[in-house]
């Protein structure tokens, strides 16, 4: 299995939602192909656990040249739990959810870059994290990112350095 990430929000202002609305929103914004099925996964008691989405860079009938796979999780899933503050430099005292999961990186790096801009655009308090990297992205980051030429190693690279 690849490399991971995950969109980092307010515990207090998290819903599934919320996110399911905005990963639509971020999709159209970024000229992504989005399938939902609306399949959703219960615990053994009948809670809601997660549901998970493919974000494509092309439709789903041509050229599937890059494909990402996001789980959006309930509040009560212990997938969201982070624990992380201190490794990334943020604050030990902001309470955070880690939510959007996506399985790999690898390979959709420009659609990533690309959906995660419009998504930070909605919630610029929001921030990505790939889980292999020792930082996160703020909007401020994205936001420069896309104003420069494209680099497939972006997200390989410290933003503040």
Known sequence: MGTSAVI???????????L????????????????????KTYTNEGEFLYTTLNINR???TGDNES?????????NSPSTEFYYHEDLGLDTSESLYQVGHIEDIYGNQELILNFIH??????PDDYFWIADNDWIYRFEDMQKLKSIPYDP???????TE
């Open 67 to 75: 494909s990402l796979i996001f789980h959006i999780h309930s509040i």
């Open 153 to 159: 190693d972006w997200c390989y690279k410290n933003p």
């Open 8 to 18: 980092l929000t307010n515990k207090d202002k998290y819903s599934p939602e919320q």
């Open 118 to 123: 419009e998504y930070l655009k909605l919630n």
């Open 20 to 39: 399911l609305a905005d990963t639509i929103v971020a999709a159209f914004h970024s000229d992504s192909a989005l399938y939902f099925y609306n399949n």
């Open 58 to 60: 092309k439709s789903f």
